[in-house]
């Protein structure tokens, strides 16, 4: 083997050990992982998710762990942060411990890397994160806490699922909301008696980036939609706030406001017209 085969090769080995591969797919559409959008189907966010008029800088993840489908997400490769994460919330069987597992990394999001100079330019890399300078660390989307087993929880450990988050925010309100919507999940959110939300949560991209590489969104939202069978309705709740630092001596409370009022400050903060929930999360009345 030649030096310069010899240097390549290690070169792949360290670059393989040091960024875990999700084995995901990268789709044209979210048909394979529609279950995980309340009546199979995703948001609209005119002219930004659409099939035919889909530019270039957004991906359609369907996240695939141990051969199941996990989760979907829709990606910005320019922004290197996701745009939303739908997932399924059904309670938890059996409690587990927060995964210690590597970071992973979407190989078909890059090409194959033969540019040793510069890998990873569609996503964001574990790497990224290291700066500390911006006091955010990695803001799951899709949280750990509301995955249904160990498996699932694990799925959520992919860098296609982070968002630079401010470290108190994170630790602090969004960490309240996120169990405070599981209780609320948990307690009436029932469908043929077992537990089960449809749940969006994504971020509006803002105006500085980690590392130089990494937007670091303004705001964090998310949005459920269920049956709730103490009320004979389907239900639905909406949370955002803005990503910025807090003080653990004032307890900031986030914005919980109407699936409506959410999808008007969506669509201002994006200049297009959003839709989370078909039928905004309500069965359409039958005239017989
Ligand atoms: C999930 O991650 C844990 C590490 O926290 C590991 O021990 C376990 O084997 C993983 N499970 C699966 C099914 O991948
Ligand atoms: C479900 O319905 C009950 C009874 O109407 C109501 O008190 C409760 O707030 C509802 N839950 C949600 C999440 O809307
Ligand atoms: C919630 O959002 C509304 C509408 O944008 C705004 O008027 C209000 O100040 C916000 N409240 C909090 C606590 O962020």
Redesign the pocket.
């Known amino acids: 083997m030649n030096m310069h085969l010899f240097i390549m090769s290690v070169l792949t080995v360290l670059l393989a050990m040091s960024f875990p591969f999700a084995i995901s797919e990268v789709l044209e559409a979210f048909t394979k992982c529609k279950e995980f959008f309340y009546k199979g189907q995703p948001p609209v966010i005119s002219g930004i998710l659409e099939t035919h008029s889909r530019n270039n800088h957004y991906k359609i993840i369907c996240q695939k762990y141990h051969k199941m489908y996990k989760f979907a997400t829709f990606y910005n490769t320019e922004n290197r942060i996701p745009v939303f994460a739908a997932y399924k919330y059904t309670g938890q069987s059996t409690p587990f411990k927060r995964p210690r597992i590597p970071w992973m990394v979407e190989p078909q999001l890059d090409p194959p890397v033969d540019d040793m100079t510069l890998p990873y330019a569609n996503q964001a890399i574990s790497e990224d994160y290291n700066n500390i300078r911006d006091h955010v660390n990695r803001g799951h989307l899709f949280p750990c806490g509301h995955a249904a087993d160990e498996v699932t929880a694990n799925s959520t450990f992919t860098l296609t699922n982070i968002v630079p988050q401010k470290i108190s925010f994170n630790a602090g309100s969004w960490n309240r909301m996120e169990k405070e919507i599981k209780d609320i999940m948990n307690k009436y959110c029932y469908d043929n008696n077992e537990v089960l939300a449809h749940v969006l949560t994504g971020a509006i991209p803002g105006k500085s980036k980690l590392n130089e590489r990494v937007n670091i969104p303004s705001y964090l939202w998310t949005a459920f939609c269920c049956y709730n069978s103490t009320g004979n309705a389907w239900v639905s709740q909406a949370y955002?706030?803005?990503n910025v630092g807090e003080d653990k001596n004032k307890v900031k409370?986030?914005?919980k406001?109407s699936l409506q009022?959410l999808q008007e400050?969506l669509s201002q903060q994006l200049m297009t017209k959003v839709q989370l929930f078909n039928n905004n999360c309500a069965k359409k009345h039958t005239t017989n």
């Open positions: 955002w706030a803005p409370t986030i914005n406001t009022e400050f």
